[in-house]
């Protein structure tokens, strides 16, 4: 076993230790401070930009309000101007820091506040004071800007001296990775320090000048696992597209932001939603579903929709129950394992809608349709979707979301990802009642490898609103085709 050490030009941020092992490991150390110090360096470092941002601004905006203003609707489009902003990319780190970069999005922002305000208050009151609101907008406007000088001068020194300095990984082969690695040493204002190249190549350096290299993408992941990097920049040569799906696919799942490196001539660079580092393009890739800022509110959606559900169609539940308890008695639910996000194991419930069988038949055996073990209640249940309704607890309960991928059993998790690519990122996120895949008809007896194609675009392109889509077609779907 061999150990390669690098050292940061002094740095008393970090030293990094690799060991070329089957699983390569990165150990973030506290160098050459206080023991008082040590384990706020590293914090700082990575979250110390976006916690200047946020407390300067909501200082800014909160003695506006409180010293020149005062009144409700002050309070009320400032604290709308915060949110706009926090749920763009506002207040995350970008290694080119530009007022008017920003000032389009600050103007949109606080119009998106002041207009909000202005409809809710004439629709709640005939009355509504435009020219009050209209000056409330314009003065967080300028204190935005205002305060963004400052701390953007604040943060670019703090980047020279690496108190803001974000540990980066570099995946990239030879002369690409060595040549990014002298970009951002040699151009510290963009707040990336290289700390190590992740390489494919078995035949490359150990060394990518002052760094060390790390060979294969799971070093990458090794090293993402320990939470000692947050910002990966990629550079993939042609033909790496299952590498760069690794690696955008290990980036999500650890919460780290990841940078497209594009060749100029392969992509024609969108300037409006990238940046650049001394010249090199670079891309930041849609961040995964679950570190959208919308994405708690699926959560919110889940529990307001299925509760409200369960109230109006207990009269249905309870009929349902009925039906089962006549036809073949008890249990009335069906209970059976299931796999949800991360691999956790629940316990899914449905309406009973076959006569029972030992658990361990149920959990092994592939069920079709037209199994002679279903009863005339159980099959009119499976056609019009009435035997998933008690998954709405489920869902109340957090084991599973009202749209996501279908939930399967352990056994058949274990099986499908050994026979088919990529099903196991299918549990990135909780999994649904229903889904993109269900709502194009595939359920059932159909192909796993077309869910898989749907389940993970489903993810990597999820929205709200993209939810409230699937919720609609499948009420349509249950009206219109039964057993869809």
């Known amino acids: 076993m061999t150990t390669t050490r690098a050292e940061l030009d002094g740095s008393s941020f970090t030293s990094v230790s690799v060991t070329s092992a089957s699983a390569p490991s990165m150990v973030v150390e506290a160098a050459e401070t206080s023991a008082r110090l040590a384990p706020i360096r590293p914090w700082l470092s990575l979250h110390g930009e976006t916690l200047l941002l946020v407390v300067v601004d909501c200082a800014a905006v909160a003695r506006l309000t409180l010293f020149e203003h005062g009144g409700r609707l002050d309070f009320l489009v400032a604290g709308l101007v915060l949110l706009f902003c926090a749920m763009s990319s506002l207040y995350r780190f970008r290694p080119q820091l530009s007022l008017l970069d920003d000032l389009p999005r600050l103007v949109t922002r606080v119009m998106a506040a002041v207009a909000t305000v202005v409809t809710a208050t004439a629709l709640a009151q005939s009355e509504v004071d435009i020219r009050s609101v209209l000056v409330i907008g314009v ?21 020279h001296v690496r108190c803001f300095a974000q540990p980066t990984l570099i995946v990239a082969e030879g002369r690409d990775g060595s040549r990014l690695v002298s970009m951002f040493r040699d151009h510290p204002e963009y707040g990336l320090v290289p700390i190590g190249v992740v390489t494919t190549d078995p ?61 100029q001539h392969e992509l024609s660079v969108d300037a409006t939603n990238g940046t650049h580092a001394w010249g090199q393009p670079l891309m930041p890739l849609r961040r995964g579903a679950f570190l959208s800022p919308m994405w708690p509110l699926k959560r919110v959606m889940d ?9 109006i169609l207990s009269p249905l539940l309870l009929a349902c129950a009925m039906a089962v308890l006549i036809e073949s008695g008890r249990p009335i639910l069906f209970r059976q394992e299931r796999v949800g996000a991360n691999g956790n194991i629940f316990e899914l419930l449905k309406f009973r809608s076959m006569r029972p069988v030992s658990s ?9 349709s037209d199994d002679s073990r279903v009863g005339h209640v159980g099959r009119w249940l499976r056609r019009s979707s009435l035997d998933e309704l008690p998954q709405l607890w489920n869902v109340v309960v957090g084991h599973m979301s009202l749209v996501g991928p279908r939930p399967e059993r352990p056994h058949f998790v274990d099986e499908f990802s050994m026979l088919y690519d990529n099903y196991q990122y299918r549990h990135r996120v909780p999994v649904g009642i229903t889904g993109l895949a269900q709502i194009h008809g595939l359920r059932g007896d159909t192909s796993i490898e077309d869910r898989v194609r749907f389940d993970n675009y489903y993810i990597e392109a999820w929205s709200l609103w993209g939810d409230l889509k699937i919720l609609l077609r499948t009420a349509v779907a249950v009206f219109t085709r039964p057993g869809s």
């Open 139 to 159: 003065q967080l406007l300028a204190v935005l800007v205002l305060t963004r000088i400052v701390t953007y001068s604040v943060i670019r020194h703090g980047r």
């Open 203 to 263: 035949a490359g350096a150990d060394r990518s000048g002052p760094v060390p290299v790390l060979h294969g993408l799971e070093s990458l992941c090794a090293a993402l696992e320990q939470r000692a990097v947050r910002q990966v920049v990629a550079q993939c040569g042609p033909g790496s597209e299952g590498e760069l799906g690794e690696v955008i696919r290990s980036c999500a799942l650890a919460h780290a932001e990841l940078m497209f490196v594009p060749r």
């Open 303 to 311: 529990i307001a929709l299925s509760g409200v559900a369960l109230v």
């Open 360 to 368: 361990a038949d149920a959990d092994l055996e592939w069920t079709p």
